[in-house]
């Protein structure tokens, strides 16, 4: 079966604000590619890498869906799932560039299930949602909100689709505040992003 990942990629430099405070524009810049390679790695050899986004990233062996400009976390995905079924896609699964805790076992996982399942979703920690894996790509349309998760599920359950929730501490944890980074700190290390990081620790925690 061909799957895409889909992963959209704000511009480095631009993202991460709310970590201005502790890390200055190149180093957010820095931080941003290095959790982009984790969840690269995890995906690699399973399934189509394809990063959508207006930012001049090149990265090998990735689709390259280029935005001309920044349209929102919802217009990426939906033009991802364009591209992937143009390129023969027979499932999709959204993956956020933030959650460098993700590991090839989470994305084997997702695989193996959606054998059973047409849609698998997995709840963030703040009231978002995760990974959606969905076969086919166009079996649902999705709005990215504080609420995406139980819109998800509703819209599920209205058309009678079978679906899995898929509940990990490892793939809900993304990095947008000082406590993610500090919380990450217990659990990331060997990824691209702790070494990253752990230049910085003393920023963000005191000794």
């Not at 957010?28 to 930012?55: F, H």
């Not at 698998?120 to 009231?127: D, E, L, N, T, V």
């Not at 990974?131 to 909100?145: A, N, T, V």
Request: net charge positive.
């Amino acid at each position: 079966m061909i799957i895409f990942a889909l992963i959209p990629v704000k511009e480095p430099g631009k993202s991460k604000t709310r970590l201005s405070p502790y890390l200055n524009r190149e180093e957010r810049s820095g931080l941003v590619k290095a959790m982009l390679s984790d969840v690269l790695n995890a995906l690699n050899g399973l399934v189509v890498p394809l990063i959508i986004t207006s930012a001049d990233i090149e990265v090998k062996g990735c689709h390259i869906l280029k935005e001309e400009k920044s349209q929102g976390l919802t217009q990426a995905v939906e033009e991802g799932k364009k591209y992937a079924l143009e390129h023969g896609a027979e499932a999709t699964v959204f993956v956020p560039a933030d959650t460098p805790l993700i590991n090839r076992r989470h994305i084997e996982d997702i695989i193996s299930l959606g054998r059973k399942h047409m849609l698998i979703i997995s709840p963030a920690r703040k009231g978002g949602v995760g990974i959606i894996y969905k076969r086919p790509p166009d079996l649902l349309s999705e709005h990215f909100s504080s609420t995406t998760f139980p819109d998800i599920i509703n819209m599920a359950e209205r058309r009678g689709l079978r679906y899995y929730i898929y509940d990990s501490f490892y793939v809900s944890l993304d990095i947008d505040k000082k406590e993610d980074v500090i919380e990450f700190f217990h659990y990331g290390k060997g990824t691209a992003t702790y070494t990253f990081l752990e230049k910085f620790r003393h920023r963000f925690i005191k000794e």
